[in-house]
């Protein structure tokens, strides 16, 4: 039953061969290949090598107790005696659709949903649904702050132009930089002819396409894309599995999970050795499987002991197993309760999880039970590889990092305060941007670059140079020096404006 | 006969073990290998394992169509029917090669140099020749405009020393910065003896050596160093499409090909399941033997589809398949028509594809005829794993970069001319370097760093978090922003020149 | 005979099967077994993969020559015919072990010190001590110049808060920074109950845990981990000898060692050829292992050619092979001679290996005969793959570029003097902190970061482009020319001092 489980594709090929072939496709997905088989070879062939390829859904729920991978209660008859290929994914529900459109005799739509993906994995769909990244794109496009934050990146400097600067398109731009992860919003926008091998055909333009970002708007409404971390079309639960997948929005310095990573003992076992481990493993057992964790291990997969016992159970909500937020804000701070974040008020009634001074909007965060609840799930986890005393030792410097990196923060955070008081730079209060100027942006340096850096560096590695060389505490006490230095320099903006001085 | 093109030594020790042996070395790599085996095993044994050692060109030349990898119409008899060994590379055409010398009774040469590989690979030298690499010293080192940048970086500081300070040789310093990429120019000095353990020997002195850089001048005057991907001894093709290649030389933010590869779904993928993949496949299916492009996927590998069709033709000529030259200049521009780019003048007469204002030296770079050439040959590559949609879109992305970081750095370049006129900082107009003063950094740093970088993020990954806040779109308007209010804090210089003034 | 020494293993599971079982593990074992494979099973699966899990040091004594790993003259009977196992390390000489509790009816110590590794393996242990790493606790935090450093990182800007800021406690922040490499002071402060499945139990509370850093001071006053190279509970070689083990330490731009090696012709070819690699084989042979050296090649492994003569003897004494120390200090120097810097005094009298003029403490530092000695051994190693010329080379640049940083540092230094003579800033001499200020860490970045990454990438990788625009060359020339015109562009503090002027 197991081997059923594991290797399903030899299982059939080995004891049903006449089962497996062409007739295990289906119809409408056997013409696709017919064409897509030559014009995209690339995706057909990471398809074939795929589990969807070989597996039916009958097949899948077959499968007994945690090593089911199929999570809906029941599919259609239909769909249930052919493998995964284009067409059960691509012609799903096409009312729902906006971007579906006739194809060659079929209805297809482009955007593979989260939505269309619930039809088999309807469980991991909807823990997704309550996870922070679903509503990504909102909790940044809908926060009047993250806006002066995005113009403060994305808006080009002013040019006197002789002949004229080329034209800009701002929405091309945020579709590569915020929303690249955060999501684009998809809106069909009209239709187009081409030209193919088989005569004109129509399709849809859809604007904010291409993207995989974690909370992308699709145009059946539903929020998300599975393939941001299942990449297309080999939809590999070891490529899920692996530190690299993250990478690639967990990168730059204002979230550089992936680089501690990397320069952390975890990092160091997991690129050392893990040619050795097995990734393919439904329930994956720590010490057996792997001898280190990865990112989906200690936020995401489904861990058992040696003897089968669920050390921790699969969640797509990762605030399951974390108690605070670390990155993205001026403060670390408890987890907000809800994915969305857009309903905060801090006590300044601005949509922020604490205000300027680092006091918390309570009730929009985890209390203290929840976090314990929360700490309990991830310490699970650490215990399986690590005794009491190491695990409660790693955690009060956890804690203590989180208020000295605040407390950092919140110098800095005085020193702007001053700043703006005294006139020296205009923020959002006076009808500025609060992150524009030079100060402004070496006081948004400290929280969002140098005060995450070392609360990553020290959750996941325990500190380490990582953590004060590059890009950390030497960095977060530089800067805070340097604002110091800079605000004592300057005369009062008022003490300035007389005459003679140049403008 | 597959068979035979991809496993010639498996074959050949199948179907004829008695050919396989000592005889199918040459009576000089014999020699060559009776010492060297036991003082340098690492090169010996690394080239045993090389294709080299396994094949002779007879063997190579049965090899039929796309998979045959000698491509020069003939070699000599002499060397046809042995394996390619030390004396084949080191000791050819002796009479070309300035650093050869007597050794042990042959005439040996240290430096192998793209006409020596030219004997089998004559294709490949032939399009690398037209490579802009293939001028890299040159272009660098001749043109005036570059040398002011080199200075600012390699020129020392001036220091009031006693005890004197140390002796600098800019010349060896020069060797590992900028031209360990670009490439040294070897020249042979003079000769050496030292004592081996056959007794004195003399050796050429070679200055500029060692030295793999992609644009070495090598003593028998060509350009280039194969081994600057192809790595010594074993030459191995996987090696050379693996990303770890390129990385060497294109690593700083400076040309961060590497680390926005590394943070790209392309990357992910690559990094996830490359073990899986064939890199031995002349012919490099896609979908079958990789999943994702590496470097030299989209750059110079000869791509087909499963059923053997070409997508790509192999290149030694990057600017095939590059209609726009992204990085190492002020402004983006067309791609330049020839590989020798000294002898490009802009609007204003300086040796630079575009003046200061961005304006193109039209007439020494690719038409938009030509450009679009060169994008259907890349975009051939992006369709085998996406359908049109999404290339279209990527594309409009890109080249909205290309615009909108070039307004950037027009604002940059307009503050800084400004300054300039001001007499705040001193450029090559007035005798100084336009690249050395703080000022100038910070807008050296803004091109020649971050605009580059969002570049590269744009067309090598689409965008993400790298090209935003890892030395990307975050960086270069914080830099922009400094430059401004450093302009408008200070006074001009004739105004400042007064009186009672800290000189 | 190697069979045997390569796959004990698998020698007695063919020879011997009876001989292998549960009989194998000592008795003490076998109880820490019951409870703690179901409690801590990542640990101890781990364990059970290492080749502690699976010989004896019987066995271990019984392979002769290079092959043998168990260094140690005889080690008692009791020990000799059971596996490595939880109790040998864990209960081994408890009187000396100051964590020791009582356990089930064991005396167990939680931090297994070198001097328990010490029992096998007393060559290496003995080597260690005389590495600087083991003194690297007292090598940072006994110096007072050091202390300093570490306070301007370490020490939390002033804040005024309302409600109060949290508190800090300092020696926690200090455990996952500086000491998270340098290693801790493990000190016994307590003992707690924990409930546990086997009901109340007493634990021992070790301040300073956990932390595996090279200079750890254990509870038995023994300096040192083993394990922070060597990582528990599998004690792999092969992750010992992969450079992302060294990356955990030798990764932020203080000493980026990890990423120079990444960007270098030696880590090229390492990433894209090393899962053909063996990393197991005790006598490591040049070529036929492995084809490019990784840290462990260079610094500590036995090599030895084809033929199986030594290359190069093992050491864990890193200075065997280094003449030079490149990073940490002001300027580059001699290596010291004694693993226990603090005795070192400079002419200025301070705890340094060179003074601020950059002039060496001779006495305490490799004299020119001792480098001689230390380069050679470290040729040796370059010589297996390259020819003399190329070494000569190469370490002609070397050398050139240690002396051509430290002019740098020379030239940011006299301006750091001057700006301290004329009180624009306060060093310790005037009773302050002379890296806090703004200008002090401009000057600290110009030696800690890109002086020593310049050496490190000429030194490792020949240069290239990481040691000119990541980190390198480009940002040393920017950083000293800041501080020229930062100096230049002040008054002297006492001609500020006059009425009117902001405080």
Same mark, same amino acid.
């Given at each position: ?15 049903? *061969?006449? $089962?497996?072939?062409?007739? @295990?496709?289906? %119809?409408?997905? +056997?013409? !696709? &290949?017919? /064409? =897509?088989? #030559? ?123 002789? *002949?004229? $600067?080329?034209?800009?398109? @701002?929405?091309? %731009?945020?579709? +590569?930089? !915020? &929303?690249? /992860? =955060?999501? #684009? ?319």
């Amino acid at each position: 039953m197991k081997a059923l489980a594991f290797f399903p594709l030899l299982f059939l090929l080995l004891l049903a *061969p006449s $089962a497996y072939g062409e007739q @295990r496709f289906s %119809t409408a997905t +056997e013409e !696709c &290949l017919g /064409c =897509h088989a #030559t014009i995209n070879p690339g995706i057909v062939s990471a398809w074939k090598k795929s589990r969807h390829a070989a597996v039916t859904p009958a097949e899948a729920f077959k499968v007994e107790g945690l090593d089911r991978k199929i999570s809906s209660g029941d599919i259609g008859d239909e769909m249930k005696n052919v493998v995964v290929g284009c067409a059960e994914c691509h012609t799903l529900d096409p009312k729902s659709h906006a971007d579906n459109f006739e194809h060659n005799g079929h209805d297809v739509h482009v955007v593979v949903s989260p939505k269309d993906c619930a039809a088999c994995h309807a469980v991991e769909a909807g823990q997704y649904q309550k996870n922070l990244m679903a509503q990504a794109h909102p909790n940044l496009t809908s926060n009047a702050v993250y806006q002066f934050l995005i113009d403060s990146v994305n808006a080009l400097p002013a040019v006197k132009a002789t *002949p004229p $600067a080329p034209a800009h398109k @701002r929405d091309l %731009t945020e579709a +590569e930089s !915020c &929303l690249y /992860c =955060h999501g #684009t919003k998809l809106t069909v926008t009209g239709t187009t002819s081409r030209e193919t091998e088989l005569g004109s055909m129509d399709f849809p333009v859809i604007a904010g396409w291409p993207n995989q970002g974690v909370g992308r708007i699709n145009p059946d409404g539903s929020k998300g894309s599975c393939s941001a971390c299942h990449s297309r079309h080999e939809f590999s639960m070891e490529t899920a599995r692996k530190p690299y997948t993250c990478k690639e929005c967990h990168s730059g310095p204002d979230v550089p999970a992936a680089k501690v990573y990397d320069a952390s003992k975890h990092g160091n076992i997991f690129y050392s050795d893990n040619k050795h481990w097995d990734f393919q493993k439904t329930k994956w057992t720590v010490g057996q499987d792997f001898t280190a964790p990865t990112c989906a291990a200690c936020h995401i997969s489904l861990l058992v002991n040696t003897e089968g016992k669920v050390i921790a159970n699969r969640t797509h909500e990762m605030k399951e197993r974390l108690p605070w937020r670390l990155f993205g804000l001026v403060y670390a701070h408890p987890h907000p309760r809800e994915a969305d974040t857009t309903v905060i008020r801090n006590k300044d009634g601005l949509p922020l999880p604490t205000n300027f001074g680092g006091e918390v909007a309570e009730k929009f965060l985890l209390t203290a039970d929840e976090r314990t609840a929360a700490r309990k799930r991830m310490q699970s986890v650490c215990l399986a590889c690590h005794a009491q005393s190491w695990v409660d030792g790693h955690w009060e410097r956890f804690l203590n990092t989180i208020e000295s990196t605040n407390t950092s923060t919140l110098a800095a955070t005085q020193i702007m305060g001053d700043v703006w008081a005294r006139g020296l730079a205009t923020n959002h209060a006076k009808g500025g941007n609060p992150f524009d100027e030079s100060i402004e942006r070496q006081w948004t340096d400290v929280w969002l670059l140098w005060a995450n850096t070392v609360r990553l560096a020290s959750a996941m590695g325990g500190g380490g140079d990582y953590g004060v060389f590059a890009d950390g505490r030497y960095n977060l006490r530089k800067a805070v020096q340097a604002m110091k230095e800079w605000a004592e320099s300057r005369q009062d903006a008022k003490a300035k404006a007389k005459p003679g001085s140049r403008k």
